[in-house]
Each structure stands twice: as C-alpha cells, then as structure tokens.
Nanobody, 130 residues
Framework: QVQLVESGGGSAQAGGSLTLSCTISGRTFRRNCMGWFRQGPGKEREGVATIATGAGGGSTAYSDSVEGRFTISQDNAKNTVYLQMHGLKPEDTGIYYC?????????????????????WGQGTQVTVSS
C-alpha cells in the first residue's frame, strides 16, 4: 500500500526558513509527478509546487505566491521530495500536504494536478508568526 510520509513542519518567525520532506513508502514508481499543496485557516487547498520525479525528470513549477522563496527538489534514491521554504510570511501558515500522481512523465499545471492526484500525505502544520 502506498503511503506518503511527511515531516519537517513546525513554527518559524517571519523571514525564517523551514524544510518539509515527503517519502513514498510501499511501492516504487518509475516516473511521477509529486507536489505540495497547502490549506490555510478558512481557505481552500491550493497548489504550491510540483516536480516531475524519476529518471529524466526534474522540471518544477511554483505558484505565484511562493515563486522565488520556495524550492522543490527530489532525491530519487530515497524516494523523497523536499520543499525548502525561505522568506516565510504569516500568510504561508497552514497545513501542507504532499501529493503524488504516479506513472506520469510530466506534471500538469497546479490546478489540473489537484484533480489527478492519486495519493495524499497526512499533512504537516506550518505556522509563521510575525
């Protein structure tokens, strides 16, 4: 059974940094699209970043709100994707969810990706104080 195990959430001051990680367990896929979504208090879940993983992958995409501050990366040997968050703002506060669509050679745009996700992580809380 496929599981996405997230870690790295927590609290930070505005301007600070946090790194989230998400590891796929239970099965190995050759090519995937993985990404991060977040849901702030009283807000809808929104896409943050995606990365095409596996051999030949690596292309990334970001939402306008995090472009230039967040970096998504992969470690194929560890079946893990990371989200490095710098220059954190209070509006980055929310629950961050890892997402996986296996067996796909490219990542669709963030809005479309949400509709094709097959697996979700349990979520990890990120709180940014001013």
């Amino acid at each position: 059974q496929v599981q996405l195990v997230e870690s790295g959430g927590g609290s930070a001051q505005a301007g600070g940094s946090l790194t989230l990680s998400c590891t796929i367990s239970g099965r190995t896929f050759r090519r995937n699209c993985m990404g991060w979504f977040r849901q702030g208090p009283g807000k809808e879940r929104e896409g943050v970043a995606t990365i095409a993983t596996g051999a030949g992958g690596g292309s990334t995409a970001y939402s306008d709100s995090v472009e230039g501050r967040f970096t998504i990366s992969q470690d194929n040997a560890k079946n893990t994707v990371y989200l490095q968050m710098h220059g954190l703002k209070p509006e980055d506060t929310g629950i961050y969810y890892c997402a996986l669509r296996p067996n796909i050679v490219y990542c669709p745009d963030l809005r479309t990706f949400r509709s094709v996700v097959n697996y979700w992580g349990q979520g990890t809380q990120v709180t940014v104080s001013s």
